[in-house]
């Protein structure tokens, strides 16, 4: 195996996309040459051991190696990274250093950007695509809001795919997995059309039948997927002091994903189990080794996203000047079986959902980089964004419920059932994000090894949503109709001194088909001040403050009433941080040390909240929270053909202080010292890689990689039995590689077992299910499974 094998090569630095033409200097995709690794972190091309920000940096073979074709792999490698898998990636999280946002709303924003050869993506969901073609992530842990705006309040996950070059050449790759009759293929040509005009075409398929047996479709494999896509990128030099760089890509995905499957019996609020009918009819659960259900709609999310980019960078007297243009649009349709059974019963309704959602996304970026060599270097610049998204969200309700449920189950429409209704409604709802910004990062050189840096940026925020439900029969799951005369009605009713929940009910004759409209605006002020010494040339120390912001939202999502229309105020954070990065030994090893803590503010989460004296739980400001820890990375390289590369983290991310609405019994507040969810304590991982030259046709690769995590808390609530239920025990993955390939890396074939000792385990827990139930996520990774990969270089 190759040195992209590795687990994860450690840097500290601050993330953006290379300007054309300014790759890694490197041998490999780890950007590792001569013991250096060269970004353009803080956007200008700079040796990543010399920039203060803890960053790591995973090659694109690596995170092909790790079996997941998008971001779920590069968990295993970076120990500050963490994902919540959910039932479609409109709601997937990811979590840096114990911080991210979860929330069903289509008016909240991550707190991980993702940004792809420097272009934001507005939606976490759209991060969630295969990763072909790629030349390295780089993960930047804390907040990274003074060049990389809002929505990196927790840090970013930077992706620079591979870019033109002036050689004729490409490769072509398969794989295929057991387990689940996976197969991928993907593949890439580069074509230098002129000496000046580069162009590079990228294309990928990939399959999955799935993990997860359905019985009510005669056991048929669920939780797979199918995805296609490609990539085309042209590189224009007209003269050696400018760069034009246009990329357009597509993908489409068809995933039967994120089916949960029933994972304890039937509970009370105790978390003791009762006798529940409804267990007759559902596959025998298993905890996390549960891996059936019998669910009559197959889960699924449909997937389309395309976009252009167009990026100039041109030399002005001794700066450059950089422009950065994109658009962007994506949809994605949920269906989801809300019931997880496969027929409505009495005492057991059938719910389905239908959601389909749209969205684009223009932004232009405009910077000024001066020379790094002078007293006060600077990068200057202005950012604009309009992100807008809109969905249609049907749910589908059987319901023949009786006054008691009866001891053996009985069909909705069979003898002895009470009369069937329908309920069903349909809402419409969208949001507008628009954002301008002006920022900049400037660094003063006292001396050639103590240096000041300092940052400042401007943020200005204009939040429109819009919400309107139309409802033909309420009933169980199904809210009454909602628009602006039922808003309208209900504060009406409330200044008349009726009590909330009544002037919900009455307020519901009062709709007009109009859509409610609210509106937020917000500035903000945020920045950094940091000190760097260089001990030496392979020596580096670090320590500053950096200010993190979140802008303002609302949660707009299907079952929106009146007592949920209030602005969720921005989130703000302070976070400081030391480091020492260590280049020794004529580059064999780089060990790299960070130690952190960071304090959130007005942390946007679900909780317990107070709008119109109704206690609701939702979307809303919850108090404060922080997260502490070390964390290390080293990569050794004894010899030419091994390397050893790993990192571990300590984390430590918990409520300081939630705010108790008035009303809210104590019970009702996630208590002091609690750890926030997918925030795992320890969290490491190692990976050793050996090519043998044999001196003969073909050389053999060796390796080997692991990864543990200790246990985290998969469900955010305020009841310790409901915690104590979903938390995911720790565990520990291995997985080995052994392969052959010519000298000249023109072929390869490579053999893989993953997780090797068939560890089971649960990507998340929720509550929710029926009777009482708790429901899973069983992951790809959860199962042992073999793979061989293929690939030709030319």
Not at 229 to 257: E, H
Request: proline content about 5%; charged content about 15%; aromatic content about 10%.
């Amino acid at each position: 195996m190759s040195p992209e094998g590795q687990a994860a090569a450690p840097a500290t630095a601050q993330e953006t996309s290379p300007a054309p033409g300014v790759a890694a200097e490197s041998d490999d995709a780890w950007g590792v040459s001569n013991g250096d690794i060269v970004v353009t972190a803080q956007k200008r091309s700079e040796r990543l051991q010399d920039v203060p920000l803890a960053v790591s940096v995973v090659g694109g073979e690596a995170l092909a190696n790790t079996g997941s074709p998008g971001l779920e792999g590069a968990t295993t490698l970076v120990p500050a990274l963490n994902i919540l898998k959910s039932g479609t990636t409109l709601n997937q999280s990811l979590f840096l250093r114990g911080v991210g946002t979860t929330t069903f709303s289509i008016a909240g924003e991550p707190s991980v950007s993702a940004v792809v050869d420097g272009v934001v993506l507005a939606r976490t969901g759209e991060a969630f695509g295969d990763l072909v073609d790629v030349e390295r992530m780089e993960v930047l842990r804390g907040p990274q809001g003074t060049l990389f705006g809002k929505n990196a309040s927790a840090g970013v996950i930077n992706i620079v795919t591979k870019q033109p070059t002036r050689d004729f050449g490409g490769y072509l790759e398969g794989s295929y997995f057991t387990g689940g009759d996976e197969a991928r293929i993907r593949g890439a040509l580069n074509v230098p059309i002129t000496e000046n005009l580069l162009s590079r075409f990228t294309g990928f398929y990939s399959r999955f039948d799935g993990n997860i047996r359905n019985d009510a479709f005669d056991g048929r494999r669920v939780n797979g997927y199918e995805h296609v896509g490609g990539r085309v990128q042209l590189k224009w030099m007209p003269s050696d002091a400018t760069t034009v760089a246009f990329i357009a890509d597509y993908r489409k995905n068809n995933d039967d994903c994120c089916a949960e499957v029933i994972g304890t019996g039937a509970l009370n609020a105790a978390g003791q189990p009762i006798t529940s009918p409804i267990f007759s009819v559902l596959p025998t659960p298993q905890g996390n080794e549960t891996r059936r259900i019998n669910q009559n709609l197959i889960t699924r999310t449909e997937e389309e996203s395309y976009g252009a980019s167009l990026q100039i960078d041109t030399e002005l007297g001794n700066q450059t000047v950089t422009s950065i243009t994109a658009y962007r649009e994506y949809s994605n349709t949920e269906t989801r079986d809300g019931d997880f059974l496969a027929a409505p019963y009495v005492g057991f309704n059938q719910l389905h959902d239908l959601g389909p959602q749209t969205g684009d996304t223009f932004s232009q970026e405009l910077r000024l980089t001066s020379p790094s060599q002078q007293f006060i270097s600077y990068v200057v610049g202005v950012y604009y964004s309009r992100a807008a998204s809109e969905r249609t969200f049907s749910r589908a309700v059987v319901n023949c419920n009786a006054a008691t449920v009866p001891s053996t189950l009985i069909p909705c429409g069979a003898p002895g059932a009470p009369a069937t209704t329908n309920p069903f409604g349909v809402a419409n709802f969208g949001s507008v994000f628009q954002n301008i910004a002006a920022f900049s990062q400037f660094t003063v050189n006292f001396t050639d090894r103590f240096r000041f840096i300092g940052g400042l940026r401007y943020t200005a925020d204009q939040l429109n949503v819009w919400h309107r439900r139309q409802t033909s029969l309420a009933g169980p799951g199904v809210n009454p109709n909602f628009d602006q005369g039922v808003f309208d009605r209900y504060n009406q009713l409330l200044g008349q001194g009726v009590a909330p929940g009544a002037a919900q009910t009455q307020a519901v004759a009062a709709s007009n088909g109009i859509p409610w409209r609210g509106k937020t605006t917000n500035d903000n002020w945020s920045g950094k001040a940091s000190l760097q010494f260089d001990v030496s040339r392979d020596v580096v120390a670090y320590g500053g403050w950096t200010r993190g912001y979140k802008g303002p939202a609302f949660n707009v999502f299907y079952n929106l009433n009146s007592n949920g229309t209030n602005v969720i105020a921005p989130e703000t954070s302070d976070s400081y941080e030391i480091g020492l990065k260590n280049t020794l030994f004529n580059g064999a090893l780089t060990l790299n040390l960070a130690a952190f803590y960071a304090k959130y503010d007005n942390f946007q989460a679900n909780n317990p909240d107070l709008v119109a004296g109704v206690v609701v739980t939702r979307f809303t400001n919850a108090g404060e929270v922080s997260t502490r820890g070390v964390e290390a990375d080293i990569v050794l390289r004894p010899i030419d053909d091994l390397s050893i590369s790993g990192g571990v983290a300590y984390t430590d991310a918990h409520v300081d202080r939630f705010f108790q609405a008035p009303g809210a019994p104590p019970t009702a507040v996630i208590a002091p010292g609690t750890s926030l969810a997918f925030a795992p304590k320890w969290k490491g991982s190692l990976g050793i890689d050996y090519r043998v030259r044999t001196g003969g046709a073909v050389d053999v690769f060796l390796g080997a990689q692991g990864n543990y995590q200790s246990e985290q808390l998969a469900l955010f609530s305020p009841d310790p039995v409901q915690r104590s239920l979903a938390t995911i025990d720790g565990y520990g993955l291995v997985n080995l590689s052994a392969g052959i390939g010519d000298q000249d890396d023109r072929f390869r074939l490579t053999f893989q077992v993953r997780n090797l000792f068939d560890q089971s385990f649960a990507a998340a827990i929720a509550n929710g299910g029926p009777s009482g139930s708790y429901r899973y996520q069983i992951p790809r990774e959860a199962d042992r499974y073999y793979g061989v990969t293929g690939r030709i270089n030319f």
